[in-house]
């Protein structure tokens, strides 16, 4: 589900079946952050919309998948990319995963994660 209060156009609800072409194939075309989060858990509630907020302020350079963990057989991605809690987000690119961070963080400080992760060539992209 959607956080309500993230107005971003260039946000996507992942599940297990959708992974492959949400998530690893549209990052061969630009980076993708995946946010795996659980609705009993208070700092995915608080990451939220500053995730939300950081993609918009890109203009969609930069893609958000949510997948919320106890959906579906959504925990089996959970345990393949051996995620030890929630929230953790992934940073995809080309098909392969470029750094990760785990808990709530600000917006500046997932900006200026990015401008460490991302390759040289979209390290341009996050804004101040």
Known sequence: MTNPGDPSAHLVD???DGFQHEVLDASEAQPVLVDFWADWCAPCHALAPHL???VADLDGRVRLAKIEVDEGENMKLAGQYK???FPTVIL????AEL???SGARSRHEILDWLRIHLPD??????VS
Request: charged share 25%.
């Open 92 to 95: 995809f690119y080309r098909g």
């Open 52 to 54: 939300g907020r950081v």
């Open 83 to 85: 995620l030890r809690g």
């Open 99 to 101: 750094a990760r961070f």
């Open 14 to 16: 992942v599940d297990l």
């Open 121 to 126: 060539d979209l390290a341009g992209l996050a």
